[in-house]
């Protein structure tokens, strides 16, 4: 029997990376213009970490922690997201204390959940974390940011902003009182989840799929009418601004969240293009979760992209793959070192270009075949005549113009102008 890869683990294959990648990088060009620092965390915590923070009666610390002994006995936890190591990194290393904190923050994610397109058991997230600003104007600096990210992605217009507040914990605990009244009414009809969230969890019979449940909850009292006097200005607040910056957004008074520490603003990045799992970012604030934590009291507010969910986006609009710029061609091993010794001046010279060296023994026929698939711009031979006259020859694989013989000594030269200002060609 062949060794496989552990169920819910994905490969990424080179085009699947190559994507990420490109994620990664509009990601931190955007984080870099709003003043978010890069930082590193663990991805094994204390278990009691995720316990306290994430919430006892979560789906996530419940049921799809991937949580071992380790040799010493203790109780470890591969991190399934990275708001409570966040705060527990800011805490810890005194960075807290007065002092407002933007962060931002990548890496695998394991959660021991079924596995189907678009939701794995180790999955990517790329995240910030703004720590020390209470007022609505971070919220909206937050969204506006992870705005930006799918526009220089090219993503909007797929992907809607859905926006709801959980108030306080005070107007929080008085709905969900009401909630539980309601729905023990028709705790029977509810389905077998819901009826365990009644007592365990009640706030996410909201987002219960269940049709039946779902029309239950039509006539269910409404968290905004419980929102708080300083929730709902704060709301408002926040509304209002995304609004005059022109961002457009829908109310959704189902989101509540899967992790227990949010209170007031809570949004969720969705799209119709991915089927059952929609939701390629989620956020909102947590202005209790330093103080669970054992630290002062911290307002907090954040956001987390899945990365393979905006992977899978990107493949749908058939996003192209950086193709190399040169695929370098000679008949015989003979001529190969010269070859290497080329490629390694003009990786000298123009480190930008991305050369692939054909490697290995193969007919120069079948070697500019690979060359025409490879989607290189242009080959470069070098067979028996060009290395006697000390030449190269350039075929151009995109364009129709004549193949053309040069001087080795003058190839940098002409593929930087080439691959810099080809319009000077033709
Ligand atoms: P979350 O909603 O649990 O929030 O996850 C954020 C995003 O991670 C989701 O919207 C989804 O795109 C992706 N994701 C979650 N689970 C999976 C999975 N099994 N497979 C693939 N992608 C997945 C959090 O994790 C919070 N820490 C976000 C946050 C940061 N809130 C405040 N700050």
Same mark, same amino acid.
């Given at each position: ?95 807290? %204390?007065?002092?407002?904190?933007? %962060? ?144 457009? %957004? ?52 954040? %956001? ?123």
């Amino acid at each position: 029997m062949k060794i496989q890869a552990v169920r819910g683990m994905q490969d990424l294959l080179p085009e699947k990376k190559a994507i990420f990648r490109l994620i990664d990088e509009a990601a931190r060009s955007v984080f870099q213009s709003y003043g978010y620092k890069e930082i590193g965390l663990p991805i094994i915590e204390e278990t009691g970490l995720f316990e306290r923070l994430v919430g006892r009666a979560t789906d996530i610390v419940e049921k799809e922690m991937y949580t071992f002994q380790d040799r010493n006995g203790e109780s470890i936890t591969l991190r399934p997201e990275g708001t409570a190591g966040c705060a527990r990194f800011a805490e810890q290393n005194g960075l807290l %204390f007065n002092q407002i904190q933007r %962060f931002w923050y990548q890496g695998p994610m394991f959660r021991y959940e079924r596995p189907q397109r678009g939701r794995y058991r180790q999955f990517e997230q790329l995240g910030a974390e703004c720590f020390g600003i209470p007022t609505p104007d971070i919220d909206a600096e937050i969204i506006l940011l992870n705005a930006r990210i799918f526009r220089l992605l090219g993503l909007d217009g797929d992907i809607t902003l859905e926006l709801n507040s959980l108030g306080n914990s005070e107007s929080r605990e008085s709905f969900k009182y009401d909630l539980v009244e309601y729905l023990t009414r028709y705790k029977s009809d509810l389905d077998i989840d819901s009826q365990r969230r009644l007592i365990a969890n009640p706030l996410r019979i909201l987002d219960s799929k269940d049709p039946t449940t779902q029309t239950i909850m039509l006539e269910a009292p409404k968290l905004l009418d419980y929102l708080d006097s300083e929730s709902k200005a704060h709301f408002e607040s926040l509304k209002t601004m995304l609004g005059e910056c022109g961002l457009d %957004f829908v109310l959704n008074p189902k989101i509540v969240r899967g992790l227990d520490y949010y209170n007031k603003t809570v949004f969720e990045w969705t799209t119709k293009l991915l089927g059952a799992q929609a939701t390629v970012s989620g956020g909102g604030r947590y202005d209790n979760l330093v103080k669970q934590l054992g630290g002062r009291d911290t307002p907090g507010i954040g %956001f987390a992209v899945g990365l393979d969910r905006l992977a899978l986006l990107l493949e749908q609009k058939s996003y192209e793959v950086k193709k190399p710029d040169i695929y370098f061609v000679s008949p015989e091993l003979k001529y190969r070192s010269l070859v290497l010794c080329i490629a390694e001046k003009l990786k000298d010279q123009i480190p930008s270009l991305s050369i692939i060296v054909n490697c290995g023994e193969s007919k120069m026929k079948a070697q500019m075949k690979k060359a025409d698939s490879s989607g290189a711009r242009i080959a470069l031979i070098l067979g028996e005549d060009e290395s006697s006259e000390g030449k190269i020859s350039i075929k151009f694989l995109r364009e129709a113009s004549e193949q053309v013989t040069i001087l080795q000594s003058e190839v940098a030269e002409y593929c930087s102008k080439y691959f810099c200002k080809e319009d000077t060609f033709g």
